[in-house]
C-alpha cells in the first residue's frame, strides 16, 4: 500500500532516539524523521509557533465535550441552572453519580444504569471470545491452507462488513424469532459474532500472512495436521494479534446500539441502549448532572481500555482498516 | 568543480559525539571514498557536508566559501541517496527537472541540462517512464541524472550500490569511474565496501568509531595501513595477523613463525608486537623456511585460498597455480619479509 | 484423533472446510441470504409480516413517492458530502502538523484519537447538551458578555443537519488522522533529504510528492467514511431522534422505523435496498483494483 522503506543504518542523522515508536505492526518500525529545522538559534520560528497554536487549538475543541461531560456530572442541578456549562463545580457533590448508577429510569425499573452495566458485560466477553475464536480459525485456515473458494467466501464475508446492517436486520430476527431464541442472550452474542467476523478474520489473517510460510511447511513436515498446527503452533505465536483483536472486538460490541436494541431483548438491554432510554424518554425536567454521569459511566470502559493501551489501539485500527 | 575542506568538525547526535574534531581536505577533482563499517560516522559525515545534518562545532567550507550555516539548496552540491529518492509519481524527466522549476531556471536551460544528463547516463529512451517500471540499475542512474542536472562543483554518494545485486553492481561502479574521468567533479563517496573503495577512488579515508583512520591513495593505504584496524579492512582475504616478539636484531618470533626483517621495518622499537602479512605474500615452497599443515582449501576459480596451521597460528596463502593441496599435507612455506607490516599490540598503530 | 486413525485420508482433507463452516454460513446465510430475503420482501406487499404477495416494483415507487424518505436521502447528501470533506480535510493536517516532530506527540494523538473510543451514542448525547439552547455553549458565551449570540442549531429544522456533523466529525477525525499519519510515516525518509537538497519548499513536498504517493491511504479513508455515512444511525437517535420533528432524518432511521414502529416492513425493505445500491457502488472498484493487484 505505501512504498516499501528499509531500515535505516543505525548512523542515519535525523533520528532523534526519543520519539515513541507508534506506528501498528504491518508497517516498519519508525523511519528517521525529515530533518527540516536548522535549530541553531533556540528561538523558534513563527512557523514552528503556528504549528504548535494549531494543534493546541485543535486539542481544545477535542477536550471540550469531555472536559463539559465531567464538569457538568459533579455539580447540582441548581448551578447547572444557573449556566455556565464551562465552570467548575461549586458545589462538588457525587449524588449524581449514584443516582445514574442505581436510581435513574430505564423503561419500567428505576434501578439506575447498573444493569445494563452488568448486561454489557455478559454480552461482551462471550462475544469477544466467540469472535476470536472464529477470526483465528478463519485467518489461519485462509492464509495457510486457501481451501477451494475460500477467497471467494472472505470477498463476501468483508463486501458484507460495509453494508448497513438494516439490510439483513429483518431476516435475522425472523430467523431467530422461529429458532426461538429472539430477544435472549444467545441471540445476541451470534448476531455480534456474526457482524464481528469480518473484522475479526481479517486481523488473523493479515497476521498469520506475516508469518513466514516456511515454519508453516516445517509443521507439516514434521506431521502436523490442521487442527494440531493451529493449537501447537500458530495460536501460542498470536498473543499480540489477539491483545488487538480483543481490543477492538471489546469496544465495538461495547459500544454498539442498534444490535442490542433489536436482539437484546428487554431482559439483557445493553448499556447504550439504557442509556438513552434515560436521557431522551424521560418526561418531566431533565437532570442533566445525572445524564452526564451515566454517559461517562456507560463510556467508561472503552475509553480506559484505549487510554491503557494506545498503542494495540492504533495498531488495530490501522491493521483492520487497512484492507490489504 | 570545488574544494571541500573541513576543520574541526564535531557532530553529535542525540547527546552521543558520533564524529569528534575530524579534519579533512578534499582537492578539486579527486574522487574521496569514506570507507569503514556500519556506525563508524560516515554517513553523518556525508549528511553534514550536504547541509542535513547540524554540527556541533567546526567549519565546513564548500569552493572557499564558508558554507556551515548554509542551507542543503545553496551548498552547490547533488546528492545520490541509498534508496535513490526517487519521486515515485513522477516521470523519470520531472524527477530530474523538478528542482531546477522550483528555482525558477529558464526552460530552455532545463531542457538542455535534463539531455545532457540523459545522454550522459544513457537515459534518453526512459525520459517519460515513471521510477515503478526501471530496473534498479537504472532507478540509480536517475538518481544520479538528478544530481547531475544541478551542475554542482561537489557531488556526494552515499552507498549508492547497496541495493543492487553483485553484477549489476560492478558495472554501475565502472560507470561511475567512467563519469568522473568525463566530468572531473570532485566527489566524496561513501561506502562500507572495500572493493568499490579501491576501485573507485583517488585517496580513501578509511574511519572508525567517528575518527579518521588514514588518508591515503587506494595504493598507500592497502600496502603501508597506518594502524591494524585499517590493516585487517582491506583486503580479502584479510591480513593474517600473529602474535609474538621483536628483538633488537630487527628479527620477528611469534610461536612456530621467526622472520628476520630488513633493516629500518620497525624502526627502534623492540619488545611484544603484531606482524601483518597479506596471504599473497604468504608462497607455498616446497623450499620454504617455514613449515605448515594443511586445514583447508578455498577454491575461487582463478586462484585458491590455503589455510595453513602453523603452531598456534592459521596463516591464509593465496596459491595462483594449479597445485594440489590436500587437509593434512605438510608444507613448506615463506613469508616475504620486505611486504609486511607491524603494530604495537597496545593500540594497534604502525611501528 | 481417533476420528484421524479411522479416516486418514479424509479428515485432514476437510479439516479446512470444516473449520470455514461458521465463515461460510456467515457469508452465505447471515449476510447474503438475509440481502436476497430483504430483496424478496421488497417486492411484496408486506406490512407486518411478510406475505406471498408479489407486486414488483410497487414499493420502490411508493418509496420514492414518500416525502420522509426523500427527505432522508436529502439530508444524507448533505451530511455525507460535509463530513467527508471535514474529515479529510481536518485529519490530513492534524497529521501533518504531528507530523512535524512536535513534542508531546503521543500526548497530542491521544487527545485526537480518544472520541474514536466512545460510542456514537454517548457522542451524539454530549454534542446534544453541548448544543442546547440557553443551557449549552450559547448560554456560556452569553455568560461570557457576547449578549446577542445564539447557537440553536439543534432545534431548527434548517440547520440541524450541520450539528450532526459536528459531532461525528469530531469523533471521526481522529481515526483520519491515525491512518494518514501511518501513510505519511511509510514515505522513504531520504525523498525529504533530496527535495530539501533540491531546495523545495516542504508545502511544495506535500502537495506534489507526498499527498499523490498518499493516493492509496486516501482511497481507504475515503472507502470507509463513505461506508460509515451510509450507516448512519445510532448518533442521529441518540441526538436528535431524527427532529426537530423529520428534520434530520436519515435512511437508515426511516428502514428502522418502518420495520418495527410502523408496521410497513415491504416498504422498509425497499429503502434498505436502496441504501445498498451506493455501498455496492463503492466497494466495485475497490474490489476490481484488488483483484487486478493480486492478479499482477
Given at each position: 500500500?505505501?512504498?516499501?522503506?528499509?531500515?535505516?543504518?543505525?548512523?542515519?542523522?535525523?533520528?532523534?532516539?526519543?520519539?515513541?515508536?507508534?506506528?501498528?505492526?504491518?508497517l516498519?518500525?519508525?523511519?528517521?524523521?525529515?530533518?527540516?529545522?536548522?535549530?541553531?538559534?533556540?528561538?523558534?520560528?513563527?512557523a514552528?509557533?503556528?504549528?504548535?497554536?494549531?494543534?493546541?487549538?485543535?486539542a481544545?475543541?477535542?477536550?471540550?465535550?469531555?472536559?463539559?461531560?465531567?464538569?457538568?456530572?459533579?455539580?447540582?442541578?441548581?448551578?447547572?441552572?444557573?449556566?455556565?456549562?464551562?465552570?467548575?463545580?461549586?458545589?462538588?457533590?457525587?449524588?449524581?453519580?449514584?443516582?445514574?448508577?442505581?436510581?435513574?429510569?430505564?423503561?419500567?425499573?428505576?434501578?439506575?444504569?447498573?444493569?445494563?452495566?452488568?448486561?454489557?458485560v455478559?454480552?461482551?466477553?462471550?462475544?469477544?471470545?466467540l469472535?476470536?475464536?472464529?477470526?483465528a480459525?478463519?485467518?489461519?485456515?485462509?492464509?495457510?491452507?486457501?481451501?477451494?473458494?475460500?477467497?471467494?467466501?472472505?470477498?463476501?464475508?468483508?463486501a458484507?462488513?460495509?453494508?448497513?446492517?438494516?439490510?439483513?436486520i429483518?431476516?435475522?430476527?425472523?430467523?431467530?424469532?422461529?429458532?426461538?431464541?429472539?430477544?435472549?442472550?444467545?441471540?445476541?452474542?451470534?448476531?455480534?459474532?456474526?457482524?464481528?467476523?469480518?473484522?475479526?478474520?481479517l486481523?488473523?489473517?493479515?497476521?498469520?500472512a506475516?508469518?513466514?510460510?516456511?515454519?508453516?511447511?516445517?509443521?507439516?513436515?514434521?506431521?502436523?495436521?490442521?487442527?494440531?498446527?493451529?493449537?501447537?503452533?500458530?495460536?501460542?505465536?498470536?498473543?499480540?494479534?489477539?491483545?488487538?483483536?480483543?481490543?477492538m472486538?471489546?469496544?465495538?460490541?461495547?459500544?454498539?446500539?442498534?444490535?442490542?436494541?433489536?436482539?437484546?431483548?428487554?431482559?439483557?438491554?445493553?448499556?447504550?441502549?439504557?442509556?438513552?432510554?434515560?436521557?431522551?424518554?424521560?418526561?418531566?425536567t431533565?437532570?442533566?448532572?445525572?445524564?452526564m454521569?451515566?454517559?461517562?459511566?456507560?463510556?467508561?470502559?472503552?475509553?480506559?481500555?484505549?487510554?491503557?493501551?494506545?498503542?494495540?489501539?492504533?495498531?488495530?485500527?490501522?491493521?483492520?482498516?487497512?484492507?490489504? | 568543480?570545488?574544494?571541500?575542506?573541513?576543520?574541526k568538525?564535531?557532530?553529535?547526535?542525540?547527546?552521543?559525539?558520533?564524529?569528534?574534531?575530524?579534519?579533512?581536505?578534499?582537492?578539486?577533482?579527486?574522487?574521496?571514498?569514506l570507507?569503514?563499517?556500519?556506525?563508524?560516522?560516515?554517513?553523518?559525515?556525508?549528511?553534514?557536508?550536504?547541509?542535513?545534518?547540524?554540527?556541533?562545532?567546526?567549519a565546513?567550507?564548500?569552493?572557499?566559501?564558508?558554507?556551515?550555516?548554509?542551507?542543503?539548496?545553496?551548498?552547490?552540491?547533488?546528492?545520490?541517496?541509498?534508496?535513490?529518492?526517487?519521486?515515485?509519481?513522477?516521470?523519470?524527466?520531472?524527477?530530474?527537472?523538478?528542482?531546477?522549476?522550483?528555482?525558477?531556471?529558464?526552460?530552455?536551460?532545463?531542457?538542455?541540462?535534463?539531455?545532457?544528463?540523459?545522454?550522459?547516463?544513457?537515459?534518453?529512451?526512459?525520459?517519460?517512464?515513471?521510477?515503478?517500471?526501471?530496473?534498479?540499475?537504472?532507478?540509480?542512474?536517475?538518481?544520479?541524472?538528478?544530481a547531475?542536472?544541478?551542475?554542482?562543483r561537489?557531488?556526494?554518494?552515499?552507498?549508492?550500490?547497496?541495493?543492487?545485486?553483485?553484477?549489476?553492481?560492478?558495472e554501475?561502479?565502472?560507470?561511475?569511474?567512467?563519469?568522473?574521468?568525463?566530468?572531473?567533479?570532485?566527489?566524496?563517496?561513501?561506502?562500507?565496501?572495500?572493493?568499490?573503495?579501491?576501485?573507485?577512488?583517488?585517496?580513501?579515508?578509511?574511519?572508525?568509531?567517528?575518527?579518521?583512520?588514514?588518508?591515503?591513495?587506494?595504493?598507500?593505504?592497502?600496502?603501508?595501513?597506518?594502524?591494524?584496524?585499517?590493516?585487517?579492512?582491506?583486503?580479502?582475504?584479510?591480513?593474517?595477523?600473529?602474535?609474538?616478539?621483536?628483538?633488537?636484531?630487527g628479527?620477528?618470533?611469534?610461536?612456530?613463525?621467526?622472520?628476520?626483517?630488513?633493516?629500518?621495518?620497525?624502526?627502534?622499537?623492540?619488545?611484544?608486537?603484531?606482524?601483518?602479512?597479506?596471504?599473497?605474500?604468504?608462497?607455498?615452497r616446497?623450499?620454504?623456511?617455514?613449515?605448515?599443515?594443511?586445514?583447508?582449501?578455498?577454491?575461487?576459480?582463478?586462484?585458491?585460498?590455503?589455510?595453513?596451521?602453523?603452531?598456534?597460528?592459521?596463516?591464509?596463502?593465496?596459491?595462483?597455480?594449479?597445485?594440489?593441496?590436500?587437509?593434512?599435507?605438510?608444507?613448506?612455506?615463506?613469508?616475504?619479509?620486505?611486504?609486511?607490516?607491524?603494530?604495537?599490540?597496545?593500540?594497534?598503530?604502525?611501528? | 484423533m481417533?476420528?484421524?486413525?479411522?479416516?486418514?485420508?479424509?479428515?485432514?482433507?476437510?479439516?479446512?472446510?470444516?473449520?470455514?463452516?461458521?465463515?461460510?454460513?456467515?457469508?452465505?446465510?447471515?449476510?447474503?441470504?438475509?440481502?436476497?430475503?430483504?430483496?424478496?420482501?421488497?417486492?411484496?406487499?408486506?406490512?407486518?409480516?411478510?406475505?406471498?404477495?408479489?407486486?414488483?416494483?410497487?414499493?420502490?415507487?411508493?418509496?420514492?413517492?414518500?416525502?420522509?424518505?426523500?427527505?432522508?436521502?436529502?439530508?444524507?447528501?448533505?451530511?455525507?458530502?460535509?463530513?467527508?470533506?471535514?474529515?479529510?480535510?481536518?485529519?490530513?493536517?492534524?497529521?501533518?502538523?504531528?507530523?512535524?516532530?512536535?513534542?508531546?506527540?503521543?500526548?497530542?494523538?491521544?487527545?485526537?484519537?480518544?472520541?474514536?473510543?466512545?460510542?456514537?451514542?454517548?457522542?451524539?448525547?454530549?454534542?446534544?447538551?453541548?448544543?442546547s439552547?440557553?443551557?449549552?455553549i450559547?448560554?456560556?458565551?452569553?455568560a461570557?458578555g457576547?449578549?446577542?449570540?445564539?447557537?440553536?442549531?439543534?432545534?431548527?429544522?434548517?440547520?440541524?443537519?450541520?450539528?450532526?456533523?459536528?459531532?461525528?466529525?469530531?469523533?471521526?477525525?481522529?481515526?483520519?488522522?491515525?491512518?494518514?499519519?501511518?501513510?505519511?510515516?511509510?514515505?522513504d525518509?531520504?525523498?525529504?533529504?533530496?527535495?530539501?537538497?533540491?531546495?523545495?519548499?516542504?508545502?511544495?513536498?506535500?502537495?506534489?510528492?507526498?499527498?499523490?504517493?498518499?493516493?492509496?491511504?486516501?482511497?481507504t479513508?475515503?472507502?470507509?467514511?463513505?461506508?460509515?455515512?451510509?450507516?448512519?444511525?445510532?448518533?442521529?437517535?441518540?441526538?436528535?431522534?431524527?427532529?426537530?420533528?423529520?428534520?434530520?432524518?436519515?435512511?437508515?432511521?426511516?428502514?428502522?422505523?418502518?420495520?418495527?414502529?410502523?408496521?410497513?416492513?415491504?416498504?422498509?425493505?425497499?429503502?434498505?435496498?436502496?441504501?445498498?445500491?451506493?455501498?455496492?457502488?463503492?466497494?466495485?472498484?475497490?474490489?476490481?483494483?484488488?483483484?487486478?493487484?493480486?492478479?499482477?
Open positions: 500500500m505505501t512504498p516499501p522503506i528499509r531500515q535505516p543504518a543505525l548512523e542515519r542523522p535525523g533520528v532523534p532516539p526519543s520519539l515513541p515508536p507508534s506506528l501498528p505492526h504491518p516498519p518500525a519508525l523511519p528517521s524523521q525529515p530533518v527540516r529545522t536548522r535549530t541553531r538559534r533556540r528561538r523558534p520560528t513563527p514552528r509557533i503556528g504549528i504548535y497554536a494549531f494543534l493546541a487549538t485543535a481544545l475543541f477535542f477536550l471540550l465535550p469531555l472536559y463539559v461531560m465531567i464538569v457538568t456530572s459533579f455539580k447540582p442541578m441548581i448551578e447547572i441552572r444557573q449556566g455556565g456549562i464551562l465552570a467548575l463545580p461549586q458545589a462538588f457533590t457525587l449524588e449524581p453519580w449514584r443516582q445514574a448508577w442505581s436510581g435513574v429510569c430505564t423503561g419500567a425499573a428505576c434501578e439506575g444504569i447498573r444493569g445494563g452495566f452488568w448486561n454489557s455478559r454480552i461482551t466477553v462471550p462475544s469477544t471470545v469472535a476470536i475464536l472464529a477470526g480459525v478463519n485467518g489461519y485456515a485462509l492464509s495457510f491452507w486457501r481451501p477451494r473458494g475460500a477467497g471467494l467466501l472472505f470477498g463476501i464475508l468483508l458484507g462488513a460495509f453494508v448497513p446492517v438494516q439490510v439483513m429483518y431476516p435475522l430476527v425472523r430467523v431467530m424469532a422461529l429458532a426461538g431464541i429472539f430477544g435472549s442472550l444467545p441471540a445476541i452474542v451470534l448476531v455480534h459474532l456474526i457482524f464481528g467476523m469480518p473484522v475479526m478474520t486481523l488473523f489473517r493479515n497476521y498469520y506475516g508469518v513466514p510460510h516456511e515454519l508453516f511447511q516445517a509443521a507439516r513436515i514434521d506431521g502436523g495436521g490442521f487442527w494440531r498446527i493451529f493449537l501447537q503452533v500458530m495460536l501460542p505465536m498470536s498473543l499480540p494479534v489477539i491483545v488487538v483483536a480483543a481490543i472486538q471489546v469496544t465495538g460490541v461495547w459500544n454498539d446500539y442498534i444490535l442490542g436494541l433489536v436482539f437484546a431483548g428487554r431482559d439483557n438491554l445493553p448499556m447504550t441502549v439504557e442509556l438513552n432510554n434515560v436521557i431522551n424518554t424521560t418526561t418531566g431533565r437532570l442533566y448532572n445525572v445524564n454521569a451515566a454517559t461517562i459511566l456507560t463510556a467508561l470502559l472503552p475509553l480506559a481500555l484505549y487510554f491503557f493501551s494506545g498503542r494495540w489501539f492504533v495498531r488495530g485500527i490501522a491493521a483492520g482498516a487497512v484492507k490489504g | 568543480m570545488a574544494n571541500v575542506h573541513l576543520r568538525l564535531n557532530i553529535e547526535l542525540g547527546g552521543k559525539a558520533i564524529i569528534r574534531d575530524l579534519d579533512l581536505e578534499v582537492e578539486p577533482g579527486e574522487f574521496v571514498v570507507l569503514g563499517p556500519s556506525g563508524c560516522g560516515k554517513s553523518t559525515l556525508l549528511h553534514s557536508i550536504a547541509g542535513l545534518v547540524e554540527m556541533a562545532s567546526g565546513i567550507e564548500i569552493g572557499g566559501r564558508d558554507m556551515s550555516e548554509a542551507d542543503p539548496s545553496e551548498r552547490g552540491i547533488g546528492m545520490v541517496f541509498q534508496s535513490y529518492a526517487l519521486y515515485p509519481t513522477m516521470t523519470v524527466e520531472a524527477n530530474m527537472s523538478f528542482g531546477l522549476r522550483i528555482a525558477g531556471t529558464p526552460k530552455a536551460e532545463i531542457r538542455r541540462r535534463v539531455a545532457r544528463a540523459a545522454g550522459m547516463l544513457q537515459l534518453d529512451a526512459l525520459l517519460g517512464r515513471k521510477p515503478a517500471q526501471l530496473s534498479g540499475g537504472q532507478r540509480q542512474r536517475v538518481a544520479i541524472g538528478r547531475l542536472v544541478r551542475e554542482a561537489v557531488f556526494l554518494f552515499d552507498e549508492p550500490l547497496s541495493n543492487l545485486d553483485a553484477k549489476l553492481r560492478a554501475l561502479r565502472r560507470e561511475l569511474k567512467l563519469l568522473h574521468q568525463a566530468l572531473g567533479s570532485t566527489m566524496i563517496y561513501v561506502t562500507h565496501d572495500q572493493v568499490e573503495a579501491m576501485t573507485l577512488a583517488s585517496r580513501i579515508v578509511v574511519m572508525e568509531k567517528g575518527r579518521i583512520q588514514q588518508i591515503g591513495t587506494p595504493a598507500e593505504v592497502y600496502e603501508r595501513p597506518a594502524n591494524r584496524f585499517v590493516a585487517g579492512f582491506l583486503g580479502a582475504p584479510a591480513m593474517n595477523f600473529i602474535d609474538g616478539m621483536l628483538d633488537a636484531a628479527r620477528f618470533q611469534g610461536g612456530a613463525i621467526g622472520l628476520a626483517l630488513p633493516a629500518g621495518t620497525a624502526g627502534r622499537a623492540t619488545g611484544p608486537a603484531v606482524l601483518g602479512v597479506r596471504p599473497e605474500h604468504v608462497a607455498i616446497a623450499d620454504g623456511p617455514l613449515r605448515g599443515t594443511v586445514a583447508l582449501v578455498e577454491p575461487m576459480g582463478n586462484h585458491q585460498v590455503v589455510w595453513l596451521r602453523c603452531g598456534a597460528d592459521t596463516l591464509g596463502a593465496l596459491v595462483h597455480d594449479a597445485r594440489v593441496f590436500a587437509p593434512g599435507d605438510e608444507v613448506g612455506f615463506a613469508i616475504d619479509a620486505a611486504r609486511v607490516s607491524l603494530f604495537d599490540p597496545r593500540g594497534g598503530a604502525r611501528l | 481417533k476420528t484421524a486413525r479411522i479416516f486418514p485420508r479424509i479428515v485432514p482433507r476437510l479439516s479446512p472446510h470444516l473449520a470455514l463452516l461458521p465463515m461460510a454460513l456467515t457469508a452465505l446465510v447471515a449476510y447474503l441470504g438475509a440481502a436476497l430475503w430483504t430483496l424478496r420482501i421488497s417486492l411484496t406487499g408486506s406490512r407486518t409480516f411478510p406475505s406471498g404477495q408479489f407486486i414488483g416494483l410497487a414499493q420502490y415507487q411508493r418509496l420514492f413517492d414518500n416525502e420522509r424518505w426523500m427527505l432522508s436521502l436529502h439530508n444524507l447528501a448533505l451530511y455525507g458530502v460535509l463530513f467527508v470533506a471535514a474529515c479529510l480535510v481536518i485529519g490530513f493536517l492534524l497529521a501533518v502538523f504531528i507530523d512535524q516532530r512536535v513534542r508531546g506527540e503521543g500526548l497530542f494523538r491521544t487527545v485526537f484519537l480518544y472520541p474514536y473510543a466512545m460510542s456514537f451514542v454517548a457522542t451524539g448525547l454530549v454534542w446534544q447538551w453541548l448544543l439552547p440557553g443551557d449549552g450559547d448560554g456560556a458565551v452569553r461570557l457576547f449578549a446577542g449570540f445564539r447557537l440553536d442549531w439543534i432545534v431548527r429544522q434548517d440547520l440541524v443537519m450541520y450539528t450532526v456533523v459536528v459531532a461525528t466529525v469530531w469523533q471521526a477525525a481522529g481515526l483520519v488522522m491515525a491512518l494518514m499519519l501511518a501513510g505519511l510515516r511509510g514515505v525518509p531520504d525523498i525529504w533529504k533530496a527535495a530539501r537538497l533540491d531546495g523545495i519548499p516542504a508545502w511544495r513536498v506535500y502537495t506534489r510528492i507526498v499527498l499523490p504517493m498518499l493516493w492509496p491511504t486516501v482511497a479513508v475515503l472507502l470507509l467514511l463513505s461506508t460509515a455515512v451510509v450507516k448512519l444511525y445510532d448518533a442521529v437517535v441518540a441526538m436528535t431522534q431524527g427532529g426537530p420533528g423529520t428534520a434530520s432524518e436519515v435512511p437508515t432511521k426511516f428502514i428502522m422505523d418502518h420495520l418495527f414502529l410502523r408496521s410497513n416492513v415491504g416498504l422498509a425493505s425497499a429503502g434498505a435496498v436502496v441504501l445498498l445500491v451506493p455501498v455496492l457502488a463503492l466497494l466495485a472498484p475497490y474490489a476490481y483494483a484488488r483483484t487486478r493487484k493480486e492478479a499482477a
